[in-house]
């Protein structure tokens, strides 16, 4: 047989178009019945005739599951998770309307692992001199990027993973390394000054703990798992209402959320850094107020290094070269 021979499908027989042909392991698929494969779908090029033909009848199949699915809570933005509670499915769709889409319901208990996926993208930026050089600055800057996912392991026979983004475009964030030196100094943490990167973190924790908690979910607590609730003694106020463990009567309850708790007593922390005592302050964003450095100048002097006109950062250096100059 030529190069270009007409070719038909082996699942539904149809004549197979140019560049409509879809490999398998032992014959081809056209591109109609592959789009009624699942999405999370990649096996083709290994899977059989006979592996196809099962998977679309389970396809089939599915579409009543759909038709039964009633979502209670959605999370996501890119794409979302369907979550029915009632019957513990879940069904993923980047579409408004999924009913169209015949979408895999998924048993909450096929879920056999969930994690957080933060890929991170580092590009140092440089300065020109008036020649056209570029040059460090000193401190180095640099700009990240950040992307998020949720990574879905399943036990189905289909496929065993799905990932989910959370976000379009990647989230953007400029600094020097040791700007947020305050946080222990870890390059992990320079994400956390944008509000988007705390956003999508937080959204991924959140599906995390409402894939991973097994039809547990109690309505009003946001994804929380059930715990068993406290009775007041009689004439004692009613302890704070939710599944969280409670605290003894006349106590603050632990922060709502998925921050680590503090003992009673203790002030909550905020976001996951260490806080100071009470009394003191918390520590200063820069270096304003850090003993040893001189008065910030505030008025515009010539840099002697790059010949720059501007105005010496709170160390005396030059924002443009990283040079002291005062």
């Known amino acids: 047989m030529g190069l270009f021979s007409t070719k038909f499908c082996d699942i539904c027989g149809e004549k197979i178009g140019l560049l409509g042909n879809r490999k398998l392991e032992d014959g081809n698929l056209c591109k109609d019945c592959a789009n009624k494969l699942s999405p999370f779908f990649s096996e083709r090029r290994k899977s059989t005739i006979e592996d196809i033909k099962s998977q679309l009848a389970y396809r089939e199949e599915n579409k009543a599951a759909v038709a039964a699915f009633r979502p209670s809570r959605t999370l996501g933005t890119v794409k979302k998770v369907y979550i029915d509670d009632n019957a513990g499915k879940f069904i993923i769709s980047s579409s408004a309307k999924w009913q169209n889409e015949n979408p895999d319901v ?3 208990s ?8 933060v890929q991170e993208n580092r590009k140092e930026l440089k300065w020109r001199d008036k020649e056209g050089k570029e040059f460090s ?19 189905s026979p289909w496929f065993d993973e799905i990932i989910v983004g959370l976000n ?4 953007a964030v400029e600094s020097a390394l040791n700007q947020f030196s305050m946080y222990g100094g870890q390059q992990q943490d320079i994400g956390r000054s944008s509000a988007e990167y705390r956003e999508c973190e937080g959204m991924g924790e959140m599906i995390i703990m409402a894939l991973m908690q097994r039809g547990q979910y109690v309505p009003g607590n946001y994804g929380a798992p059930a715990y068993p609730q406290q009775q007041p003694f009689y004439g004692q106020q009613q302890p704070v209402q939710g599944n969280y463990p409670q605290p003894p009567y006349g106590q603050q ?3 709502q959320g998925n921050y680590p708790q503090q003992p009673y007593g203790q002030p909550p922390m905020q976001g996951n850094y260490p806080q100071p005592p009470y009394g003191q302050q918390p520590p200063m ?12 100048q505030t008025q515009p002097i010539v840099c002697p290094l790059c010949k720059a006109t501007t105005v010496p950062d709170v160390q005396g250096r030059c924002p443009y070269c990283g040079g002291r100059i005062i």
């Open 106 to 108: 998924i048993d909450l």
């Open 110 to 117: 096929q879920v056999t692992n969930c994690r957080l996926d």
């Open 137 to 155: 600055y000193n401190p180095p800057r640099y700009k990240f990027e950040y992307d998020f996912a949720v990574i879905i392991n399943v036990n």
């Open 168 to 171: 379009n475009r990647a989230i």
């Open 253 to 255: 309850p632990p922060m």
């Open 285 to 296: 964003q820069g270096n304003y107020g850090v003993p040893g450095y001189p008065p910030q």
